[in-house]
Every structure is written in structure tokens, then in C-alpha cells.
């Protein structure tokens, strides 16, 4: 295959907009020029068209109203605002927090940043799948703890947390849950009544939606103080006015996502499990990352004994396919993914990880080309690494 058909399958860093959300976002960018805060016809225009998209990102979750749902620019902000502002509003009801060791950094980071504030936080234990140790989680469950946050499903892994037993055990001692479920919204479905959440993180980007945008669920009765100030917005929780052509978007990506969820996603799984069999049958010491079916409907994340990750990257972007390490390397250290680390694989191991993250223009041939150039990859690199043991060249 030339370089010119080249096959993407790195969409857990970045996915296309769909065209049909470019379409809705289109005339709140060309004509309709309302602020949904006006009184006037035009800002009447702006706020029904605000609350569209409110509802149909709470109906993808099945939150109680689209009341729960507040607007931000992504997910990142979300988590920020939940654990933050949870965190500030409780305060003087206590001042610890559990999280899990894997994390994606915008729970960690604000997380560590409340620690310098006076709180402690626990980062609990997850095992080699990659769930979170339940049984930890239940002894550190105490009378000063305000929050606990536990993502829905892990990007670079692809592991799903029974997220549902986690909320039973937290609701017992009378703790908010806050759940970051960017990596998961889209793939699959969220109950937040069934699943008793009260705070969830929501992205646009990871649904086909346009990028800076997405949201908070809040449920009713939670209480938390707003981080940014301002003209009010967002019932006074996340002023600022509001970006409604993304805003439109995502609600047309999150009613897209709901429609269309059953079946793409029953496809996606097609897909992963034959990419996953494909590269790992054929090459021997290879594995698996993460559950093997407790995972992502798009994530075929494995790992190659004696060579490293990033070098495969490279050959396969010389022959056109575009994976991902996950983050096995940050961008400004050379140190192994923190999720990697924490499901306890070594350094090397985790140096040897690969990550397939499919989409919606992916297909059985694409799957099939992969699966064809992985061995001959793997064999070259294994011949000039030095780790490689004689035997297994023989
Ligand atoms: N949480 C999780 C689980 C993620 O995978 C990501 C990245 N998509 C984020 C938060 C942050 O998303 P963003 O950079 O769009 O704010």
C-alpha cells in the first residue's frame, strides 16, 4: 500500500468532525449571529438553539434533565470543575479525595494541585486489567472524604470499570462520584440514573464533534462552587459566552452517537478482535494490554517483547498506518506511561506498547492490511535489537 492510502487509527488523539455536525454548526457560524443571553428575537434564536443541544447531550446519557448538563470546553475543564469545585465547596466537610493511580491527567493534576491546598488524596491501586481495587477503595472510604473519581473507561488501555458496583460502595458512606468518561462517551452506553452518578465528564472531540467544547452532568442534589466567574452563564456555575456554533455541533455529534452507537459499535468490536488476534497469533511474545473484553468497542492496545513501541510506530507510518505508543512516553520525558507502569508492566514492557484506536472509516481491508505488515515488522526490529534472544531468530 502506498503512502498516498494512508490508513488512520490513532482516534483516541484525534478524530475528523462528522460531516452532518459541520452541517448543523454551519449556520451559527455564516447567519445566526444571536447571544442567547439577548431578549431579542435573534438571542431567542441562539438560547433555543443552546437548550436543543443540551437535551440531546443529556438524552445521550439519560440524565433526569437537560438541567444537569452544564457547558465547558472540553473535558479537561470538566474535570477541573468537578473535582476543584467539589473540593472547594466541601471543604469544611472534609478534605480527602480518592482517584486511581491511572487516571488521565486532568483528574491527577488537579488532584495533586488540591494536595498543596491542604487535602489528601488517595491514588488507589488498579490490578493488571487495569480495574480498580474495589476492596482498597472500600478501606479508604472515611469519614473526611468528599469525592471519589474513577474515569468510565481507560483510553490508552481500553479497560471499562464496573462503574455501577463503584457508585454502590461510595453512595454507602455518603460520597459524591465523579466519573470522567471522555475515553467512553460515544462507544458506550452511559446510564448516569442507572449507573447513580452524580458529577460526569463529557467530551465533544471524542465523539466526532468539534474540538473545545464539551460538558459537565451534574446530578440535582450535588453541590459545587463554580471556577470561573463571570456574567453568569451556565446558572452562575461556568460563566462566559457561550460557544454555540461547538455547541450545536456536539449536541448534533451526541444525538448521532445515540442513534448510531448499537450497531457501530457492535462493528467496531468485529473489527478490534480481529486486529487484536491478528497481532498477537502470528508473533510470539505478544500480549495483550488491558481486559479482553472489558474494553473499548476501538481499542486494540498490545505490547511486543524486546523492541521498542516507538520504533514500530515509525515503520508503520513509513508504510502508511497511523497508531499511537498511547502515551508511553509523555512529550517531555522519556519515562513510560504512568497507566502502563500502574497495570505493573516494567519499563521495557511498557516501552514495547502499541496502541490501535479504530473509527468509523475503518474497515475489514485496513484491518486486514495491518495484520499482514505487523510480522515482517516485528521480525526486522527484533533482528537488530540486542535484547532479543538467539533462539527465537533461529
Ligand atoms: N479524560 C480522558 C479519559 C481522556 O481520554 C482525555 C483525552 N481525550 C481527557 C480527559 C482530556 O480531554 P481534552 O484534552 O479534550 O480536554
Known amino acids: 500500500m502506498s503512502r498516498a492510502k494512508r490508513i488512520y487509527m490513532d482516534h483516541t488523539a484525534g478524530r475528523t468532525v462528522d460531516p452532518r455536525v459541520i452541517e448543523a454548526m454551519l449556520p451559527y457560524m455564516k447567519s445566526l449571529c444571536g447571544n442567547p443571553s439577548s431578549v431579542h428575537s435573534f438571542g431567542q434564536e441562539a438560547r433555543q438553539a443552546l437548550e436543543e443541544a443540551r437535551t440531546k447531550v443529556a438524552e445521550l446519557i439519560n440524565a433526569e434533565s437537560k438541567e444537569s448538563i452544564f457547558l465547558t470546553s472540553g473535558a479537561t475543564e470538566s474535570n477541573n470543575m468537578a473535582i476543584k469545585g467539589v473540593a472547594r465547596r466541601s471543604r469544611d466537610h472534609g478534605r480527602h479525595i480518592i482517584t486511581s493511580s491511572i487516571e488521565h491527567m486532568s483528574v491527577l493534576n488537579p488532584c495533586k494541585f488540591l494536595m498543596t491546598k491542604g487535602f489528601k488524596v488517595t491514588f488507589l491501586p488498579v490490578d493488571q486489567y487495569g480495574f480498580v481495587n ?69 467530551s465533544s472531540n471524542d465523539m466526532y464533534g468539534p474540538k473545545g467544547v464539551g460538558a459537565l452532568y451534574i446530578k440535582k442534589s450535588t453541590r459545587l462552587e463554580p471556577l470561573i466567574h463571570g456574567g453568569g452563564q451556565e446558572r452562575g456555575l461556568r460563566s462566559g459566552t457561550e460557544n454555540l456554533p461547538s455547541i450545536v455541533g456536539f449536541g448534533k455529534a451526541a444525538e448521532i452517537a445515540k442513534e448510531e452507537m448499537p450497531t457501530e459499535s457492535e462493528r467496531l468490536k468485529t473489527l478490534r478482535d480481529r486486529l487484536i488476534k491478528g497481532l498477537l497469533d502470528p508473533i510470539p511474545y505478544s500480549f495483550l494490554n488491558g481486559h479482553p473484553t472489558k474494553r473499548l468497542p476501538n481499542n486494540a492496545a498490545v505490547r511486543y517483547s524486546f523492541i521498542e513501541g516507538e520504533s514500530i510506530l515509525l515503520d508503520l507510518d513509513m508504510k502508511g498506518v497511523a497508531a499511537s505508543s498511547g502515551s508511553a512516553c509523555t512529550a517531555k520525558t522519556l519515562e513510560p506511561s504512568h497507566v502502563l507502569r500502574a497495570i505493573g508492566l516494567k519499563h521495557e514492557e511498557a516501552h514495547g506498547s502499541l496502541l490501535f484506536t479504530l473509527g468509523r472509516q475503518n474497515t475489514e481491508e485496513e484491518v486486514g492490511y495491518v495484520i499482514s505488515i505487523m510480522p515482517d515488522i516485528v521480525k526486522r526490529l527484533r533482528e537488530m535489537s540486542p535484547l532479543t534472544p538467539k533462539e527465537l531468530m533461529k
Do not use: C, F, W
Open 134 to 202: 474495589l476492596t482498597s477503595l472500600e478501606e479508604e472510604l472515611t469519614n473526611e472524604t468528599i469525592l471519589v473519581s474513577i474515569m468510565y473507561a481507560n483510553g490508552e488501555i481500553g479497560t471499562i470499570q464496573p462503574i455501577k458496583e463503584i457508585s454502590k460502595m461510595v453512595h454507602r458512606k455518603n460520597v459524591y462520584l465523579h466519573v470522567d468518561a471522555a475515553a467512553a462517551n460515544g462507544q458506550v452506553l452511559i446510564d448516569v440514573n442507572n449507573e447513580d452518578i452524580d458529577l460526569l465528564t463529557i
